[in-house]
């Protein structure tokens, strides 16, 4: 009985040098996969939040242009928030509302564009 502890104690087990680079390969294998991935996620997470902050400022000016008698036909997203039609938030981008009117129709269309130091984009709204 003694023995059999003295050889269970004595036995020495671990990993071997292959098996530790096996398993770095394999988790190298996963991160080239996963890294892909997030990125998309983070790219198109950005996208929706400019979808978005785009739709806001472009409620808001339709509400600034129907409150508002002398509006003229353009509104920044900046006077929105300066006339409380917008809260406070950080933009990614400064937004212009521009609005035209069909002259046979009297259909409003509203055109949104944003801008900033590095690019810009827009998108449309009908009223």
């Not at 050889?7 to 530790?20: C, R």
């Not at 509302?97 to 409003?108: C, N, Q, R, S, Y």
Request: proline letters at 1%; hydrophobic letters at 40%; charged letters at 25%.
């Amino acid at each position: 009985m003694r023995n059999r502890i003295k050889q269970l104690l004595n036995k020495e087990e671990g990993f071997t040098l292959v098996e530790l680079l096996a398993v770095i390969v394999i988790l190298a294998i996963i991160l080239a996969i996963a890294v892909p991935g997030v990125g998309k996620i983070i790219d198109n997470a950005e996208l929706a939040t400019e979808k978005n902050q785009e739709s806001i400022v472009l409620d808001a000016a339709q509400l600034y242009f129907l409150q508002t008698e002398n509006h003229g036909d353009e509104v920044t997203s900046t006077t929105l928030k300066e006339k409380g039609f917008l809260e406070d938030k950080k933009m990614t981008k400064v937004y212009t509302v521009t609005i035209e009117t069909d002259e046979t129709t009297g259909k409003e269309t509203f055109n949104i564009t944003g801008s900033d130091t590095t690019a810009s984009e827009s998108g449309s709204g009908s009223n």
